[in-house]
């Protein structure tokens, strides 16, 4: 294996919009939100900015194909400028970009935004859309909660777990994520719900109902990285550099081969080990102290603990009724609200993770900061379907060079 | 060797409308419609019509018999989805068959089935025919509660006949009891009594005493008489003028099933068959613009068990439809407010449909001749994770392979005819595996390990350019299929 990018490149600066129902934003406007956050917080100019990076996911609905629309909207000086698309890892895929531009020594300081306007679509949820001409004409007219429910049915055929013990971990799964989501200003959804109303809620596809769902959002988030020389020459003190990043791409063998039993993710499992590799983690559940995974669907959140290896197989339902994973427990799990409410914006996700780890660890979460500043946050960024997926992780934490 | 019926099969409709809620739905306008409101008829889904329901009638006739001896297919039907594209040749492709099989559509009367059947019975060859028919009706008309939709599959060649030919007769007549154009859509008929006196009365008894004249034979000797027609006890009035016994006649299933149109003589025949007895006589009438009459006595070699479910385990594969307003909505009688998701464009690439109609519509995948490992669709490079062989796969039909549920979902979220849509991934035991869609299932029969069956079904509708789709979907194995 590469021996990996653990500690050349830090963060320099971070941004988020506010996530939620952004009527009067375009998506131009939404990056410049995040973009004038992150610019003043890394405290340089925009022609100090090298190269770019621009992710989003489904695009034709709002900024159209290519970079252009980044370079514009933040007037960047005709420097290299990219878009990356890889379903909902389209975020994660930019940060990717960008680091590597550095870690490289190909840029020395480099941006990474991701953007996602889903609300001029007419109607809730994800955008009706075809998934390419061949795959038109044999796949189901699949729905992102359709296809991600079905872990739900391979999971208890597979642990013996009754769909009532399911359901509830599954609730407590959103009803935590709804408390933490309270105590975030920047969060689209932050009302506090109770595990009835998870239970009674319609349903949208068996056995997911409307609060296992995440919410469908406006925004944007953004991230200037450089190296830690760098940004010590430039005046940083207390340096959050990446530690790990991996990115696993289905190949086709979960969709057509029988080795996968349909209730897990095999790409996570994957990419999490070498992530774990690059960062010299050895014992997760020990050594992470926050995480931020693509809770999509609250099943999804459930079967990724053992993905993650934080939970063990078939232990997710066990540690998420214990509130191990509750902000207040022993490893939190979106304590920003995460994709269920702090909002999912597609291209925008896997940064938005980010910079609630980079919140985390300077001690500027306010109201739901950690007590013991974490140290070592994870990130997971999932898209596509259980079947045929991208999963990105990344692993940031404090520079101790 | 003899020439002959090889075989049979057919296809009803799970659904089973129930008359009395159209009764209940339109007496308000028309008293004498709850006279008609007994019985079930059959109901296709919203996602079956004449070209999938002929699929499942041939592969139900085609049970233990060897493809690669069919020469022909004919279909036919007076509600062919398409007016210029085979509707023989989608079926052709659904089965599998060879290219150098000849396939055409018979059409334009209600005896087209039992023409295509005349026509195979004299000709050389093994010629697969098959009926079938979805027939549009107006709201509160007799004939929606009269009909039914279904099709039904003979196989026609040398071998070992289950029934032989032994006489046939045949009359043109320009009689026009019922009419249907493009512009109509659905039938204009005229008064019951003309048709039935001038028409069939007058029309059919030279035809049987011709066909029973040539076969030496007398009405006396007829053990069924297939005569459909929805008109109440004509069948037992033509038996009386034919001389036929009227313990011959046979029941036209309108209680169970109703009246298939072009299809439904040889869906009463195919029921006549699988009772029938060696050495007993069936004849078959087929009328419309004249008549079409057909003697067969029925071989040993009928009663010799094969997998297939008939029209008797079709009728039992059933479930009962209460909803009248589900039947207007499939049937585009009313239109609903199917909603912004209803509006993604359903264009086909029909390019891409032709070059992979192997995948798309014979449901053929690939068998690694490497590694042995079966998967769907064919592709250059081998998805075991182990072997990663190029170009080693040869074609490996997956349509007759029983799936079973990986995992599964009721979707209410995304766009279908009938939410939810039910969908998931199933396993084929011996390899291979496929995202796909769900049919003829209810949510609560869903689980994992549930065994399925492959069903050629309209996948999308596109209803921009007027074109359908077709590809497979999984069904739950039917109690006593094949």
Same mark, same amino acid.
């Given at each position: ?87 909902? +890892? ?54 992102? &909660? ?5 872990? +739900? ?9 009754? &769909? ?20 975030? &200003? ?15 809620? &319609? ?62 993710? +095999? ?8 992530? @774990? ?80 780890? @980079? ?43 | ?51 999938? !329901? ?213 869906? !009463? ?165 496929? !995202? ?18 492959? !069903? ?27």
């Amino acid at each position: 294996m590469a021996k990996g990018i653990r500690d050349k490149v830090a963060i320099l600066g971070m941004g988020c919009s506010k996530f939620g129902e952004r009527w009067d934003m375009n998506a131009e406007d939404l990056m410049v939100e995040a973009y004038v956050e992150a610019l003043s917080d890394a405290g340089i100019e925009t022609k100090q900015i090298d190269a770019a990076w621009l992710g989003t996911g489904i695009e034709e609905q709002h900024v159209g194909k290519s970079a252009v629309p980044l370079a514009v909207a933040l007037r960047l000086p005709f420097i290299p400028v990219t878009r990356v698309e890889n379903f909902c +890892a389209s975020g994660t895929e930019a940060f990717r970009g960008a680091v590597y531009a550095v870690a490289s020594g190909a840029a020395d300081i480099a941006l990474a935004l991701g953007v996602e306007k889903l609300k001029d679509t007419g109607y809730g949820g994800l955008p009706q859309r075809g998934r390419g001409t061949v795959n038109n004409m044999t796949w189901p007219n699949l729905s992102a &909660p359709g296809s991600f429910a079905q872990l +739900a049915a391979a999971y208890r055929a597979k642990h013996g777990a009754s &769909p009532e013990d399911l359901k509830r971990a599954m609730a407590h799964v959103s009803v935590k994520s709804h408390d933490n989501g309270s105590r975030n &200003p920047k969060a689209h959804l932050r009302n506090r719900i109770d595990i009835d109303t998870v239970l009674k809620a &319609p349903m949208i596809a068996e056995p997911l109902g409307l609060y296992d769902c995440c919410g469908v959002s406006d925004g944007s988030a953004c991230a200037i990285v450089t190296t830690p020389e760098i940004a010590r020459s430039l005046g940083k003190t207390d340096l959050i550099t990446v530690k790990a990043l991996q990115l696993a791409v289905s190949n086709g063998s979960e969709a057509q081969h029988n080795s996968w039993d349909g209730s897990h993710f +095999a790409t996570t499992r994957i990419a999490a080990k070498r992530a @774990y590799a690059e960062a010299g983690i050895e014992k997760p559940r020990d050594e992470v102290s926050l995480v931020e995974v693509h809770d999509c669907f609250s099943i999804t959140e459930l079967v990724t603990m053992e993905d993650l290896y934080l939970s063990p197989e078939g232990g997710a339902i066990r540690d998420i009724l214990d509130g191990f994973y509750d902000a207040d427990g022993q490893l939190p799990c979106q304590i920003d609200g995460g994709l269920k409410c702090f909002g999912h914006p597609i291209g925008a996700s896997g940064l938005r993770m980010i910079y609630e780890m @980079y919140l985390q660890m300077l001690g500027r979460a306010g109201e739901r900061q950690r007590q013991e500043t974490p140290r070592i946050g994870m990130t997971h960024n999932l898209g596509g379907f259980p079947h045929q997926n991208v999963c990105s992780i990344s692993i940031v934490g404090r520079y101790e060079g | 060797m003899t020439f002959g019926i090889l075989s049979y099969g057919a296809y009803v409709p799970r659904l089973r409308l129930q008359r009395k809620v159209i009764a209940d739905a339109n007496s308000w306008f028309n008293a004498a419609l709850k006279g008609l409101g007994k019985g079930e008829r059959a109901m296709a889904n919203w996602d079956e019509d004449p070209v999938t !329901m002929a699929v499942e009638a041939a592969r139900d006739a085609l049970v233990g018999h060897d493809r690669d001896g069919v020469t022909a297919v004919t279909l036919a039907s007076t509600t062919f989805p398409f007016l210029d594209r085979l509707n023989a040749g989608v079926v052709t492709g659904a089965l599998n068959l060879d290219e150098s099989t000849a396939s055409n559509d018979i059409s334009g009367t209600q005896r087209a089935g039992t023409t295509a059947l005349l026509q195979a019975l004299n000709s050389r060859g093994q010629t697969l025919v098959a009926a079938a028919e979805k027939r549009d009706s107006n709201a509160a008309s007799p004939l929606e509660m009269q009909t039914g939709d279904g099709a039904a599959a003979l196989l026609i060649g040398e071998g070992e006949p289950v029934a032989k030919l032994l006489a046939s007769a045949t009359r043109s007549a320009d009689f026009v009891d019922h009419f249907r154009t493009i512009d109509s859509g659905t039938d204009y008929g005229w008064e019951e009594r003309w048709i039935r006196d001038a028409g069939y009365m007058t029309i059919v008894p030279p035809a049987i005493k011709a066909a029973l004249d040539k076969a030496g034979l007398t009405p006396a000797d007829i053990n069924h008489f297939v005569m459909p027609a929805v008109l109440p006890k004509l069948a037992n009035a033509m038996a009386k003028k034919a001389g036929i016994p009227d313990a011959a006649v046979r029941d036209n299933l309108s209680a169970v099933c109703g009246d298939t149109g072009a299809a439904h003589a040889l869906v !009463m025949l195919v029921h006549a068959l699988e009772q029938a007895k060696a050495g007993e006589r069936i004849l078959v009438v087929g009328f419309g613009q004249g008549v079409d009459v057909m003697l067969f006595e029925v071989t040993p070699a009928n009663e010799k068990k094969t997998g297939r479910l008939g029209v008797s385990g079709h009728l039992a594969r059933r479930r009962e439809e209460t909803n009248y307003n589900k039947f207007l909505a499939f049937n585009d009688v009313v239109e609903i407010e199917r909603g912004m998701r209803a509006e993604a464009d359903k264009l086909t690439a029909l390019s891409a449909m032709w070059r992979n109609r192997g995948a798309v519509t014979s449901f053929t995948g690939g068998k690694c001749e490497k590694c042995g490992t079966l998967q769907y669709p064919i592709s250059r490079i081998c998805v075991n994770p182990n072997c990663g062989a190029v170009d080693t796969q040869k074609p490996e039909p997956f349509a007759d392979k029983t799936g079973r549920i990986n995992s599964y979902t009721a979707d209410r979220l995304t766009y279908s005819p009938d939410p939810p849509a039910c969908y998931g991934m199933i396993q084929f035991e011996e390899g291979g595996r496929w !995202m796909m869609d769900f049919t003829d299932v209810d949510e609560k029969d869903l689980e994992v390990g549930r065994n399925m069956r492959m !069903m050629f079904r309209v996948k999308d509708i596109d209803n921009q350019r007027g074109f359908r789709r077709y590809f497979w979907k999984a069904a739950p194995v039917a109690a006593g299929g094949n």
